[in-house]
């Protein structure tokens, strides 16, 4: 299938072919002839799958009808919202829209915290169409009375489980309620936890559910390798293994923002160029890191997760989760930063002791086993190393239910994560063989 078998306009295919799109991804797909048709969609697909496009071309489509059908006044209302859990997702989502619907006439804005207000009031008050908003400064700005949400047409919730796992569920349901009844609601997310679907029911009429991967699933084009490793040897083991040339950019994520900072002042002393993005970061310094990265000016990203599914790279080619993430589900949204848009990519992750259960988590919910990286040669090996935990630490990890541990069959967590080993001694790990991506 092409775009052109979408039925979609001139005006949008034109800019398409600007942007050297020709095949829609299998979201787009499926949702766009959903949309177009005027019905509720509940999405879900793995991030990196091209769910931006999915929802904006088919808005940018019915707004220029409706415009042409003479339904629009000379006035301009805000007619699309997309609410989103970070100020990286805002402003990518509104970029897309810019691309998409450059032939299309629509002012567009993208309003988040963490800068001043001006600007941002200013564009409203001369008036635009679509609006991209993270909920807290959108909620502030509708309480200061700068934005009415009456005319809106078109509703999105993109990373809807993302929103709640940030703890935005009480704010999108306040935002929802100014809403119009009669209006048009997307939902889009890479997984689907009850409190998605239960959320969804209560918003969505009639919705048509467009899912093409299973929940949680990566995507096969991504390698996937583990270390076992000490937690204050991973910042030695990371810098060694950045300084394999093959290796164009890497993104890197930590579980805290001073982690995120103390990985990246030490990648600068081992000569390596990186930059940090977190929450403590200001609006233009968290930009500028995300530019310099873009533009090849930096080698390497520090990230927490708050920029998990906010930053989109093209040609990223390696994914490391400096510390594994205690929800599993983010494991699957970090590495799906790299292997977009059908490229391939590797995803690194080093686990300490006391990650193993985390490891489990992931390892279940993806439906595999990571491989583990094991080269008895590898120079660090004097301290990248692990010891297959003791008897009574399996048992203690064990999760009884029914008389069997969590993992089944009677298995501990440990070896069901494919940590055991030579149980007489210690196990060393060494690097992949990386190629270039």
Do not use: W
């Given at each position: 299938m092409t775009f052109d078998q979408l039925h979609l306009i001139k005006p949008i295919l034109d800019a398409l072919h600007t942007e050297g799109y020709t095949t829609p991804t299998p979201i787009q797909q499926q949702a766009i002839p959903v949309l177009l048709d005027g019905k509720d969609l509940l999405g879900c697909a793995q991030t990196g799958t091209g769910k931006t496009a999915a929802f904006a071309i088919p808005i940018l489509?019915?707004?220029?009808?409706?415009?042409?059908?003479?339904?629009?006044?000379?006035?301009r209302y805000i007619r699309a919202l997309v609410l989103t859990p970070t100020r990286?997702?805002?402003?990518?989502?509104?970029?897309?829209?810019?691309?998409?619907?450059?032939?299309?006439?629509?002012?567009?804005?993208?309003?988040?915290?963490?800068?001043?207000?001006?600007?941002?009031?200013?564009?409203?008050?001369?008036?635009?169409?679509i609006l991209v908003a993270?909920?807290?400064?959108?909620?502030?700005?509708?309480?200061?009375?700068?934005?009415?949400?009456?005319?809106?047409?078109?509703?999105?919730?993109?990373?809807?489980?993302?929103?709640?796992?940030?703890?935005?569920?009480?704010?999108?349901?306040?935002?929802?309620?100014?809403?119009?009844q009669h209006r048009q609601s997307l939902f889009f997310s890479a997984t689907m936890p009850k409190e998605i679907v239960s959320l969804s029911n209560s918003i969505l009429k009639n919705p048509v559910k467009v899912e093409v991967t299973p929940p949680s699933s990566t995507v096969d084009k991504i390698d996937q390798f583990l270390y076992f490793?000490?937690?204050?040897?991973?910042?030695?083991?990371?810098?060694?293994?950045?300084q394999d040339k093959n290796i164009k950019t890497a993104l890197v994520f930590t579980r805290t923002k001073h982690g995120a900072d103390k990985v990246t002042y030490d990648l600068h002393k081992k000569g390596i160029k990186s930059a940090a993005i977190h929450g403590n970061k200001s609006q233009n310094a968290r930009q500028n890191a995300?530019?310099?990265?873009?533009?090849?000016?930096?080698?390497?990203?520090?990230a927490t997760d708050i920029a998990a599914r906010g930053i989109d790279v093209d040609n990223l080619g390696h994914v490391f989760n400096f510390d594994l993430p205690n929800i599993a589900e983010t494991y699957v949204h970090r590495i799906g930063r790299t292997a977009r848009a059908g490229a391939s990519g590797t995803a690194i992750s080093f686990c300490d002791e006391e990650e193993k259960e985390y490891l489990y988590d992931i390892q279940k919910l993806i439906g595999k086993k990571i491989d583990i990286v094991e080269e008895h040669n590898y120079p660090l090996s004097k301290y990248v190393e692990t010891s297959p935990p003791s008897g009574d630490k399996q048992q203690q990890r064990q999760r009884k239910s029914n008389g069997q541990s969590r993992g089944g069959h009677g298995q501990?967590?440990?070896?069901?994560?494919?940590i055991a080993g030579n149980r007489s001694g210690k196990k060393f790990f060494g690097k992949p063989k990386l190629g270039s991506k």
């Open positions: 489509q019915l707004m220029h009808k409706n415009r042409l059908e003479g339904k629009e006044q000379n006035k990286e997702l805002a402003i990518q989502i509104e970029e897309s829209f810019s691309a998409y619907g450059r032939h299309c006439g629509f002012r567009h804005l993208t309003v988040f915290g963490g800068v001043s207000q001006k600007p941002q009031t200013d564009a409203l008050q001369r008036g635009i169409d993270t909920p807290g400064r959108l909620l502030d700005l509708m309480d200061q009375g700068y934005i009415n949400l009456k005319h809106i047409e078109f509703f999105v919730l993109d990373e809807a489980d993302r929103m709640l796992d940030m703890g935005f569920v009480h704010d999108v349901k306040k935002i929802i309620a100014k809403l119009p490793v000490g937690r204050k040897d991973k910042r030695l083991l990371l810098a060694d293994i950045l995300l530019s310099q990265f873009k533009e090849g000016k930096i080698r390497v990203l520090v501990s967590r440990t070896s069901q994560a494919g």
